[in-house]
């Protein structure tokens, strides 16, 4: 039996609530068991919830199974949900459709509980192993967090959400650990990379959000994702990095700005549109990033004007 703490989730689909019943004295014990007898609001529910598996009936009102399924295929952030339909129609034909809408499998009722069990495990261990493989895919070998693939998918996926949500500010910090190349020079390389992976430790403590990111850019650069975050939160955000990386008293001997390892950082937010590009926003946050190198270093510069001069030439 799967312990409590690490028990996968279903989501379990079906406008009647004697049918859910069935399902769940069949799979309480061994999964956190999520409903909804509503299958408008199926794809809300996966994208707030994320589970790893749904059972999706068929025949419901206002929006069929099929139709709910493939709504959940056509986005980026739900396509990877295995979906189970549980319905009376055994046809082959309601099946074959019920495959090209993007469901996994097909379970006809009268619900068999060997069978259920037995098809819900093998399908949520395999959703299972490829999150696992996905997750070492986007991860950065040396410190273990996100690495600059899924940094550039991560910002992608959260720019097209803020663009569907409307008023949502996205936010960018960019992030270069100042004199890295005399720290490597003095103290070694492999004193370097452990420098570098207690800064990814406190990057990773400081993200309070489960919806933030903090991913190593590449060399001794990093840079942190903050959906639904102002210009002046974002700031915030920044100087309690800096605080955090300094309080780690890091020696750098070498360092023309502290006896410490220090960081300079580059901040912008803004509220993404259909005409404008993400770019807009990366270019601004990296020109900030530069010019907190160019200003002394160990400082956290801001994108304003600049960012707003940006936007009125692209529109």
Same mark, same amino acid.
């Given at each position: 039996?799967?312990?409590?703490?690490?028990?996968?989730?279903?989501?379990?689909?079906?406008?009647?609530?004697?049918?859910?019943?069935?399902?769940?004295?069949?799979?309480?014990?061994?999964?956190?068991?999520?409903?909804?007898?509503? @299958?408008?609001?199926?794809?809300?529910?996966?994208?707030?919830?994320?589970?790893?598996?749904?059972?999706?009936?068929?025949?419901? @009102?206002?929006?069929?199974?099929?139709?709910?399924?493939?709504?959940?295929?056509?986005?980026?952030?739900?396509?990877?949900?295995?979906?189970?339909?549980?319905?009376?129609?055994?046809?082959?034909?309601?099946?074959?459709?019920?495959?090209?809408?993007?469901?996994?499998?097909?379970?006809?009722?009268?619900?068999?509980?060997?069978?259920?069990?037995?098809?819900?495990?093998?399908?949520?261990?395999?959703?299972?192993?490829?999150?696992?493989?996905?997750?070492?895919?986007?991860?950065?070998?040396?410190?273990?967090?996100?690495?600059?693939?899924?940094?550039?998918?991560?910002?992608?996926?959260?720019?097209?959400?803020?663009?569907?949500?409307?008023?949502?500010?996205?936010?960018?910090?960019?992030?270069?650990?100042?004199?890295?190349?005399?720290?490597?020079?003095?103290?070694?390389?492999?004193?370097?990379?452990?420098?570098?992976?207690?800064?990814?430790?406190?990057?990773?403590?400081?993200?309070?959000?489960?919806?933030?990111?903090?991913?190593?850019?590449?060399?001794?650069?990093?840079?942190?994702?903050? @959906?639904?975050?102002?210009?002046?939160?974002?700031?915030?955000?920044?100087?309690?990095?800096?605080?955090?990386?300094?309080?780690?008293?890091?020696?750098?001997?070498?360092?023309?700005?502290?006896?410490?390892?220090?960081?300079?950082?580059?901040?912008?937010?803004?509220?993404?549109?259909?005409?404008?590009?993400?770019?807009?926003?990366?270019?601004?946050?990296?020109?900030?990033?530069?010019?907190?190198?160019?200003?002394?270093?160990?400082?956290?510069?801001?994108?304003?004007?600049?960012?707003?001069?940006?936007?009125?030439?692209?529109?």
């Amino acid at each position: 039996m799967i312990r409590a703490e690490e028990k996968p989730v279903i989501l379990i689909v079906d406008d009647e609530t004697a049918n859910i019943e069935v399902l769940a004295k069949q799979l309480s014990a061994d999964y956190r068991l999520l409903f909804t007898t509503d @299958p408008a609001k199926v794809c809300q529910l996966a994208e707030q919830k994320d589970p790893d598996l749904i059972l999706l009936d068929v025949v419901m @009102p206002g929006m069929d199974g099929y139709e709910v399924c493939r709504n959940l295929q056509g986005r980026d952030s739900t396509r990877d949900i295995p979906v189970i339909f549980v319905t009376a129609m055994g046809e082959e034909r309601y099946e074959a459709i019920g495959f090209e809408a993007g469901g996994v499998d097909y379970i006809t009722k009268p619900i068999k509980p060997f069978l259920l069990r037995a098809r819900v495990k093998t399908h949520v261990e395999l959703k299972l192993q490829n999150d696992m493989l996905k997750q070492l895919a986007s991860q950065d070998g040396l410190t273990g967090i996100a690495n600059r693939r899924r940094l550039d998918e991560f910002l992608n996926h959260e720019w097209g959400r803020a663009i569907r949500q409307g008023n949502s500010n996205l936010a960018v910090i960019f992030i270069d650990v100042d004199y890295f190349k005399k720290y490597n020079d003095h103290y070694g390389h492999q004193a370097g990379d452990e420098c570098l992976k207690q800064i990814a430790a406190a990057l990773a403590a400081g993200m309070e959000r489960k919806t933030d990111l903090v991913a190593r850019y590449g060399g001794e650069e990093f840079a942190c994702v903050l @959906p639904n975050t102002s210009l002046q939160g974002a700031i915030h955000k920044a100087e309690q990095i800096q605080r955090s990386i300094a309080s780690l008293h890091i020696p750098h001997q070498l360092s023309d700005v502290s006896d410490v390892v220090t960081l300079s950082m580059g901040v912008a937010s803004l509220v993404p549109r259909k005409e404008n590009k993400i770019e807009t926003l990366i270019n601004a946050a990296d020109q900030m990033l530069y010019a907190a190198k160019r200003g002394g270093r160990n400082q956290v510069r801001y994108a304003g004007t600049v960012l707003s001069e940006a936007l009125a030439s692209a529109t």
